[in-house]
Structure formats: C-alpha cells, structure tokens
C-alpha cells in the first residue's frame, strides 16, 4: 500500500508534470515546486477525490495571511501529509 | 442574450440546489456587431462567447448554491468542445452540474444544445471569492432576477 507522500507526489507529478523524483517530502510545493495558486486547485481536487476528503485550502490561506500559520506549516509536502492523514483519520471516526 | 454587454442568458428555466444542476435558456439575437465581424456572409457565434455562456450558466449554479453568499469567478477552461456552431437566431439550452466543490472553489460541467443536439461541452474551474463590494453584489442581484434567479429558495 503507497503512503499518503507517495500517492500526493504522484498527484502533482502528473498534475503538473513535475518529473517525480524531484519530488521530496521536503519539497515546499510552491517554493521549491513552483506551483501556483491555480495548479494547486487541480492538486487539491485530486486530492479531495483519492482521499475522500475536503482540504480546508480557505482556512489555511487565511492563516498564513492573518500570520497565524507559515507557509511550511500547510505547503511542505511532509506537512500537507500529515494535514490529510488528519483529515482522513476525523472522517473516519465521524462515519 | 446581449453579446455586447455579456448578458449570456435569457432565463433559468430550473435550479435544482440540492441536485447541484441548472438548466437555462439564451436566444442568440439575430443581429448584432459581434456578427458584423464574426464573420461577414456567415455569422455565428464565437466559440470564446459559448464557453462564456456555459460559465454564467455554472456562475448561475454556484451563485444558487452557495446560497448567493459567494461569487464565482472563471478561474480555469479545462476542456472545452465546439461541437457544431450556434447561428443567430439559435435557442440555446444549457445544462450545467457541480463536478466538485471544494474549499474556496468549485468545478463544473456544462453543455450547449440546440433543438436537442449537442453543441458544446466544457469543464470549467471557478474560484469562489466573496463578493468585493456592495456595487457588485447589487449589480449581480438584478442580473439574477433579470434572469428569474429563485432569490427568495435561496436566501441564507
């Protein structure tokens, strides 16, 4: 079974024809990746559909423009992980 | 339909929130400038203008199911098909669904039949932005009730 980094770095390898193995769980996707505000919707519904779940992307931007997050906090591939497996794991236990 | 003030569509024929569906009705005019240069002897609609018609009508969709709390903003064309061109004089039904809804956007997809026959298809992308300013919100207001928009099924 591909862990949650494996199945996002392909996402956005083939969302955004990234070659792969530049792809590293301390990649910041919009630093180090260069994705933009628009390619990073197409992730995010890739990511809604394979997960099952609704990445909180408004609630985020929010943080980072309140200063109340940074940046690597939601967008280091590492830490994005994480946040899903979060999400997947609250849907879990309210199903 | 008034081309030269973008007003694409004539009238929701139904808004179903809870499906995430919309059906509209836009009656190409039979005259005017668009079609003095688009093109001289042959007028038809721009297929940029059909892909302009399927997003208000997806605008229309979103606005209904947000509950006019939002506006929706043409963000990305990730397909989009000119099967069969749109003459003036042409009743345009469109169909629209919500194919996602995400946080902060949403994705739809829409056709453009004419008596019945398949003449455009999109997939479109809109971001889902609050509304800047009362002129907007008040302009978008008449725009929905020029168009019948179930304002009142809608309220929050």
Redesign the interface.
């Known amino acids: 079974m591909s862990t949650t980094f494996d199945q996002v770095a392909t996402i956005i390898a083939e969302t955004c024809d990234i070659p792969r193995d530049t792809i590293t769980p301390d990649s910041h996707a919009i630093d180090d990746l260069g994705i933009d505000s ?1 390619d990073f ?2 992730i ?2 890739a990511i ?2 394979q997960f099952g779940i ?6 985020w ?1 929010q943080e980072v423009n309140d200063g109340k997050a940074t940046t690597e906090q939601y967008f280091v591939l590492k830490n994005l992980c994480a946040r899903i497996d979060e999400l997947v794991a609250a849907k879990g236990a309210s199903a | 339909m008034q081309l030269e003030y973008f007003h694409m569509i004539d009238r929701i024929v139904d808004l179903k929130v809870d499906e995430k569906t919309i059906v509209v009705e836009a009656l190409v005019p039979k005259e005017s400038t668009v079609f003095e240069g688009h093109f001289p002897g042959y007028p038809l609609m721009p297929g940029v203008l059909l892909i302009e018609s399927m997003a208000q009508a997806s605008g229309f969709l979103l606005l209904g199911v947000l509950k006019f709390e939002r506006m929706p903003i043409l ?2 064309v990730k397909e989009a098909k000119v099967r069969g061109s749109v003459f003036p004089g042409d009743l345009m039904t469109l169909e629209a669904s919500v194919a ?1 809804e ?4 949403a ?1 739809t997809e829409a056709k453009i039949r004419v008596g019945g026959k398949l003449r455009a298809n999109s997939a479109l ?1 809109f ?1 889902l932005i609050p509304f800047p300013n009362a002129d907007m919100r008040g302009y978008m207001t008449k725009v929905a009730e020029r168009v019948g928009f179930p304002l009142q099924a809608v309220s929050p």
């Open positions: 628009l919707l197409d995010a519904f809604d559909k609704k990445l909180p992307l408004e609630k931007t | 963000a990305a996602h995400g946080s902060g956007y994705m992308t971001t």
